[in-house]
């Protein structure tokens, strides 16, 4: 299919649509994004870059950019909360040489995409709240200004209050997990290596990794409570009641949250994977087609999997409703997967003490320490899969 013929819109300036943008320019179509703030930018958080999302990222042009803007990382280190000791670890090192696990700013990729997208002539369109999208064979957004937007494709990658997608689905209520997470960056203090820690207590754990030049710290912070959140990134909290949560923790533990202030919080919602991810002249990708729990550090990189994958699969098709099947088919078994395998990691990392959490985490200690290559093997489905290889519409 040729796509220098296509006017494709994008709704959302996140990673996901920045990266569908970039991809779907350099095949040749004509792209503008959509964004309903008044700048592309991104809040101030960490993600974790891994080698299956990097890939899309080094297809882009755009690898050898991120890396040095990030920290590479050399562990997933899993750690007993209240003592500070190690369980086990995933030993990043042993990963092949073409593949490389970073520790990234939001703020940073996001930048470099929407740079990279400027420059290479993708139309960038601030202030453009989307109020309804209408299928057909020229799709027309009406935004809340009342103005309309007509195009040969639009594509959702507007997230988990997406108005694409409920275009394309029937409404769909999520559920509370019955978790809520903090998120903060704070000064690197505790001489942090470059590893992801995983700090694991009963009912609770708390990820954190370095980033940029190493002197700041990542900070994602999970609890188990009846309590409902709302399920927003905007919403910020005491920074007592993140301390209170992880008051049972270790010392470093202490001293990094001791730092925190004023920190995100948000309700943990599981959404289910969206039946239909494509219509007439429509697509869905990302969270707006999958959202996922943060327990695998997978959204972004699913985001990114999902826009190389329907810009090649457009690619390469006959004409765009083959296109478009052909995305949904390549991807909702792979996301399904990485969906189902970051919810029992909740559970995973809140064992209680007893038998159980002891079994567990013998068996994992044992493992990591006398086969390493055995237990990075363990992952080899997920970081080593790569959307950029060709394939066979």
């Known amino acids: 299919m040729d796509l220098n013929a296509l006017d494709i819109t994008v709704i959302g300036g996140g ?3 920045l990266t569908c943008a970039l991809a779907l320019r350099q095949r040749g179509a004509s792209v503008t994004v959509l964004e309903q703030a008044q700048a592309i930018t991104e809040v101030g958080a960490g993600i974790q870059v891994s080698p299956n999302g990097l890939r899309v990222i080094e297809a882009l ?22 003592t500070g000791s190690e369980v086990a670890r995933l030993d990043l090192t042993r990963l092949p040489p073409d593949q490389r696990y970073l520790f990234v700013h939001r703020a940073d990729l996001v930048d470099l995409l929407s740079a990279a997208a400027r420059d290479q002539g993708v139309t960038v369109r601030l202030l453009q709240r989307v109020d309804t999208v209408t299928p057909g064979p ?4 009406v935004l809340a200004t009342g103005d309309t937007r007509d195009a040969d494709l639009v594509i959702g990658a507007d997230g988990i209050h997406s108005a694409a997608r409920p275009v394309l689905n029937a409404t769909q209520k999520p559920f509370f997990t019955g978790q809520v997470a903090w998120r903060c960056i704070v000064p690197n203090s505790t001489v942090h290596p470059a590893h992801a ?9 708390m990820v954190t990794y370095p980033l940029r030049d190493g002197s700041l710290l990542n900070v994602v912070a999970v609890e188990e409570r009846a309590q409902w ?10 920074a007592d009641n993140l301390r209170k949560a992880f008051a049972g923790f270790d010392a470093e533990v202490h001293q990094i949250l001791s730092q925190a202030e004023a920190p995100g919080v948000w309700g943990l919602f599981r959404h289910p994977v969206a039946a ?23 959204g972004a990189n699913m985001a990114m999997e999902d826009a190389w994958v329907l810009a090649d699969a457009l690619a390469q098709a006959s004409d765009m409703d083959a296109g478009l099947a052909a995305y949904q088919l390549r991807r909702k078994a792979r996301v399904t997967r990485v969906i189902d395998a970051a919810s029992k990691n909740a559970r995973n990392y809140h064992l209680s003490p007893g038998p159980f959490r002891f079994a567990a ?7 990591s320490r006398v086969s390493p290559g055995q237990m990075l093997g363990r992952f080899d489905w997920l970081y080593g899969y790569d959307v950029t290889r060709p394939q066979i519409a």
Do not use: Y
């Not at 959140?229 to 005491?238: L, N, P, R, T, V």
């Open 197 to 205: 820690r995983v700090h694991m207590g009963p009912g609770r754990h």
């Open 229 to 238: 959140a709302a399920e927003s990134w905007s919403q910020k909290d005491d």
């Open 361 to 367: 985490h013998t068996a994992l200690g044992l493992l």
């Open 138 to 141: 020229r799709p027309r957004i």
């Open 15 to 17: 990673i996901g649509g």
């Open 276 to 298: 239909c991810w494509h219509g007439a002249g429509m697509a869905l990708l990302g969270d707006a087609a999958h959202p996922t729990l943060p327990f695998l550090a997978q």
């Open 61 to 82: 042009g755009l690898g050898d950019d991120l890396a040095s803007r990030s920290v590479q990382g050399q562990a997933v280190s899993l750690r007993n909360g209240s």
